[in-house]
């Protein structure tokens, strides 16, 4: 196996693996501190990604489509909460989830009336279309080292938010112990606001970012949410260091088992039988991995209740 070619297959793991990070931070902490189980969070990563491209289209800068996306999607998260998800968290989780999925089809037909059911174009940057030699005689595409460098730097700011200020001693004192946090004055409504906003904004970043590498369409994040609770048990319900392990775990066996499986495979399979089986043990692969780690820590790696 060349080195260049595992040298990619590590930095595309880790790109996905970021991108999942963004999805499964916010989606963790509303687990964990509010105990609502929020199956729409996909659609405002969906949502974000419309946003983008069509912000785009009219600012004709990808950054600002991004910064405006951002916003947007952040202000229709805090919207939800306080029209809908509000209504939720006395509820059980049977309830939680039967709106929230009611939520996803409500979210969908609206995108389906605003920007018809054909995908949109969303394209990288001009400026980071093309490769850049990361070491002699191995390109990377630009685009996605990017990600990388957004997806590190997100990582910090929630790690600064969540570790160094009071907001984040609330969601803290939140996701280890809810009524206790409430009893000692924690303002748990306007906390769980900022939450969902904050969320809302994280998976607009991810729908920016990946919108270019996969497609802006219908339905598109319901598959990735669930690689997101994936990586959220894997991690621990509520812990944001659980979630960013668990999501580069997660990207990265993800990224090597579609890319080296299939060349495993086809030294004793023939080679349709190897392109085909290989993607399929892949995915496989991922729920393996959150089998194992659910036998030896069945709280998750890092979960933020002990």
């Known amino acids: 196996m060349p080195p ?25 902490l509303v687990l964990g501190i509010m105990d609502t189980i929020n199956l729409a969070h996909g659609s405002l990563y969906m949502i974000g990604a419309y946003l983008t ?22 202000l229709i998260g805090m919207l939800l909460e ?8 006395r509820r059980d989780h049977l309830s939680q989830v039967l709106a929230t999925f009611a939520l996803i089809l409500i979210i969908n037909e609206v995108v389906r009336m605003i920007w018809g059911s054909q995908p949109l174009l969303l394209s990288a940057p001009e400026a980071l279309s093309g490769p850049v030699e990361i070491l002699p005689g191995l390109y ?7 990600i990388i460098g957004v997806g590190l730097l997100v990582a910090l700011l929630l ?25 000692m004055g924690v303002p748990i409504k306007p906390l769980f606001t900022l939450l969902f906003g904050v969320g809302a904004g994280l998976c607009a970043i991810a729908g920016a970012f990946l919108g270019p590498i ?23 319900i509520g812990s944001i260091k659980g979630a960013l392990v668990g999501a580069l775990l997660v990207g990265l066996v993800d990224t090597a088992g579609r890319a080296f499986l299939p060349l495993l495979l086809s030294r004793v ?12 043990l892949a995915s496989i692969l991922i729920y393996l991995l959150m089998a194992v780690v659910l036998f030896f820590r069945p709280q998750g790696l890092f979960p933020a209740r002990t």
């Open 4 to 28: 260049s070619l595992f040298i990619e297959q590590v930095l595309n793991g880790f790109q996905f693996g970021l991108m999942l990070f963004l999805l499964a931070a916010g989606l963790t």
């Open 53 to 74: 491209a069509t912000l785009v289209g009219v600012t004709g800068s990808f950054w600002l489509a991004v910064l405006g996306a951002v916003l947007g999607t952040a």
């Open 82 to 89: 306080l029209s809908v998800l509000r209504q939720l968290y």
């Open 140 to 146: 990377y595409p630009a685009f996605r080292l990017v």
């Open 159 to 183: 790690f600064w938010l969540v570790n160094r200020t009071r907001v984040g001693m609330w969601l803290r004192a939140g996701a280890s112990n809810r009524e206790m946090a409430q009893a």
């Open 214 to 236: 996969l497609a802006v369409q219908i339905g598109m994040g319901e598959s990735i949410l669930i690689l997101a609770f994936v990586v959220i048990v894997i991690g621990g």
């Open 269 to 280: 399979a023939p080679p349709e039988v190897a392109s085909n089986l290989g993607p399929a």
